[in-house]
């Protein structure tokens, strides 16, 4: 079983629409997570953080659900810039190692 | 401050070549985690290195692939012989130690003929 699976997409969505990318983990252990937005052969970028009570940012919100172990990234009136694919981390090990997802592929169209 | 520093960003080997790969982290950070992207897959933990240990090379494949990170310079991933299926991204991330976030750098892009 993969440590984190994500659904690869892609998504398609109008300018100003509101898109959601969900991702499972699989060890319960897991410490930390993120999400990470990596454009078109260019390396991974922190997007933000994602904590229990939920994480907010402008347009963005992310959400754990450790119960579940789920983790949500909502994005909202969404812009041409939007467009990247968008990875799932879940950290874990004594390395605090990474365990990416293998990324949902997002294009906002005009 | 300059960001996570590779070089090269792209190089060509031939099968059965060595390729070295460098990473220079960002200024006051001193852990390095090597990651390796597969064309149309994603990210995988290769090792994770402070000054001048391994602290976990559970990623690395068993043969041809070594890193090390010396008290002085880059951190260097080293794939001896290499083959065609070692064709991908290589990136290199730091951390200062004192949180799990990483900064990834630029990547270097292997492409074995």
């Known amino acids: 079983r993969k440590e984190v699976e994500q659904d690869p997409g892609p998504f398609n969505v109008p300018e100003g629409a509101t898109v959601a990318f969900n991702c499972t983990y699989s060890?319960?252990?897991?410490?930390?997570f993120f999400w990470y937005r990596q454009d078109c052969r260019k390396e991974p970028k922190l997007l933000m953080s994602?904590?229990?009570s939920g994480n907010e940012d402008g347009r963005f919100t992310a959400q754990l659900n450790r119960a579940s172990q789920y983790i949500s990234l909502l994005i909202r009136d969404s812009k041409l810039s939007d467009s990247a694919t968008y990875l799932c981390?879940?950290?874990?090990?004594?390395?605090?190692?990474?365990?990416f997802g293998t990324g949902t592929s997002l294009t906002v169209i005009p | 401050n300059a960001g996570v520093m590779q070089n090269p960003r792209h190089l060509v080997r031939r099968r059965g070549q060595e390729a070295r790969l460098r990473c220079s982290p960002m200024?006051?950070?001193?852990?390095v985690y090597w990651y390796r992207q597969l064309p149309e897959e994603g990210l995988k933990f290769m090792v994770y290195?402070?000054?001048?240990?391994?602290?976990?090379e559970s990623g690395m494949p068993k043969e041809r692939f070594s890193a090390e990170f010396p008290k002085e310079g880059p951190s260097i991933l080293r794939i001896q012989q290499v083959v065609r299926g070692d064709s991908a991204a290589y990136f290199c991330?730091?951390?200062?130690?004192?949180?799990?976030?990483?900064?990834f750098g630029p990547g270097t892009r292997l492409t074995v003929t």
């Open positions: 991330a730091s951390s200062p130690g004192y949180g799990p976030e990483q900064y």
């Open positions: 060890n319960s252990a897991s410490q930390s």
């Open positions: 290195l402070q000054k001048e240990n391994i602290i976990d």
């Open positions: 994602v904590y229990s």
């Open positions: 200024k006051g950070h001193s852990h």
């Open positions: 981390v879940v950290v874990a090990g004594t390395g605090n190692q990474f365990y």
